[in-house]
């Protein structure tokens, strides 16, 4: 596959209709993969394709990086779950569909963590995602790297994650407040959540608004809770479960939690599931007359 | 003093002693799946199998967020009030001796121009006892940083493993006093320690050419930075890490008629670090907030402070979600 | 027989604080509409007036409860009456989203309440504001959130 891969992205900066190919490349040490831009042909051969390929580089997509659309027009190198994003990107008019050339690679599966990596990809590595996914199979693609896989997910998600959120959902409200206050104690502040997240692209973010100061600076429980809660709503509807912010996150915060309970509110309450069709709307911006709920008195 | 022991039997009760006259002891403990510098209350919240805290012990000398001051705000008045500082005797038990090496620098820096009360009455009362590395992992740099497993730089007790015991040095006063104060807890004896392991030397990596070439500010507009640095997505996990880096804001926080000043963690990757009011960033783009964390590791912080910038932990290449690793940096500017 | 019609002072004690983000065409002309034909309800809720349900962004809710509010409501136009057409459509998609999350992460959903008021319901406005206050009342405060700012001081 990385061979094919190489050969794309030589042909598609040679014939200039590219002109930065981000993809994998190895770290020095090859033992964890790190984002490349490529921008000459020569070097093209830093592009690898294996089960340490975890980062959504849909992220470097947007906006916040100037740099990188002064290169010139991009190709990317995607796994169907970062495709995802750059169709959520694409229905929030962030950029055109023709701004992007995908380059989908069909995939196994990666691994949770790079750190877990002992050179072979077992399903005790492999994020919830993973096992649960529908898009090993490239959807929105314009130049399909791999043999067609073969997997179909189980038709009910099953995984740590659900097992997790259907856990929570069934303890009592008190327990869960306890859960979620000693588990955003820990938040540092880093906001690598909201960095790594290819959706969070505003260039201002509300936390950084200090007239008035929305949400409070200060790594403190009160402070913690309010920043997560909206972060979180910020996601509802767009979210599309790809795990960077929980991999990201320095202490180990369980975000997956929060963004899946979330992705099955909107999928119980409107019926969708974002990153699949680049011409759908999010369900955010968007309303029905007849959406249904039962506490509005 | 080099006879001197404790039995890994006898932390629980090290532990009784500390707290025992009100003091807290810190050390590596599992939590949420990492190990975390934490206050423990027993010997077996103690982790011995890790090579380094995913925190830096510096949350206990210079906390993430703490109060300041406290203020009233009454029709024409503004009642301020400072608050006592909050430091009780402390032991940091378990730090590794790169993360120690930072106390100086950091020392430095709140006592530069003005005597931060707040860091200092915690120094004073803190004792670091750090033991010596038996695990390294390709992210630990130490020794190319000119620092080892066996460095006791910033430490007051050094210990290394030493099978079922360690053995026990004291390196300045602060630790002959602990060491004394607690006298019944350590034992004497001769034991054989434990091979330190030394994470092997970047070959590549020449510190003093590194430090060379930043003093040529030409470097600066260099299309180097952009191109290394291109994949940080500026958040700021590696300075919240980082035992070296000790940024901090102060920001009111309350109602419209009391509230309280605080002293919170800041980070040099987050572009309104430099944001000026007239909406100018010096820093605008994000190489050239890398490029300051980088310059100040190893220009501006030795320069000024004679303290190690960076202390080889390695905490920052292995928190990094895109693996942007420093010593690759370190490599392009040895050349 | 509704609430508005009983005489119920405070009883002394502990008064909950409420905060009422209402729009302003149809639950504040509501609350008006009760205030000029002299009903009483109870004086527990503090009313924020906003232009449309549409603009009540949830760091509102969230912001109230940091500041010690011991319970939120929020109320606008009927669905299909909003004064800029669809404002409240808009709302309703947020606070499916909203009440779901804020339920995960365990806050006491009898203390956030949502509803529809329009400018002629005052009775139910008081009856609202009447039943809210008692519930909320009988929760006392909001100890989980204000109890945050004690967690810290453990912590250290």
Redesign the interface.
Known sequence: MEKTLRLKAKELLESGEVKVVIGYGWNRSKTRTTPVFITDPADVDTLVWNPLCVNNLSLYLTRKYKEIKALGRPAIVAKGCDIRNIVVLITEGQFKREDVFIIGMTCNGTVYKQDLWKGELTPNIMPTKCHNCDVRNPHVTDFVVGEKSTFTPPEVPTGMVYDKVKDLDSKSQSERWAFWVKEFSRCVKCYACRQVCPLCYCERCITEKNMPQWIETSAHPRGNLSWNLTRAMHLVGRCTFCGECERSCPVNIPLNLINQKMIGVVKEAFDFKSGYDEKTHPPMIVFSPDDKENFIK | MADKILKKADLGKLIESVTGKGGRFVAPTTDSRQIVFKKVKSAEEIATDYILARNSFKEFLFPQTEVVAEFTLGKDTVDMRGVEVHAPQTVIFGARPCEAASLKGMHALFTWDFIDEFYTKREDNTVVVTVGCTKADDACFCTTVNLSPASTEGADVYLREAGESYTVEAITDKGKKFVEAHAAVFGSGSVKADPLVMPEKIANIDLAKVSERLKDKTHYDDKVWPKLTRKCIGCGACTFVCPTCRCFDIVDEGTAFEGERRKNWDSCQYDTFTLHASGHNPREHQHQRWRNRFMCKFNFFPEKFSGKGCVGCGRCVRVCPVRLDITEVMEEFSK | MSGHTEHSAPTGGYEPKIMAFVCNWCTYAGADLAGTSRMEYRPNVRIIKLPCTGRID??FI??AF??GADGVLVSGCH??DCHYT?GN??A??????????????????RRL????VSASEAIKWVD?INKVTDEIKALGPFM??KG??A??AE??
């Open positions: 949830p760091l969230i912001k940091e500041n669905p299909g669809t459509y808009h309703r998609r947020r606070w499916i989203g909203f009440k779901h999350l804020m339920e995960f992460a365990g806050i006491d959903m309440h949502f509803s529809w609202l989980e959130y945050l700012k967690t810290e912590q250290g």
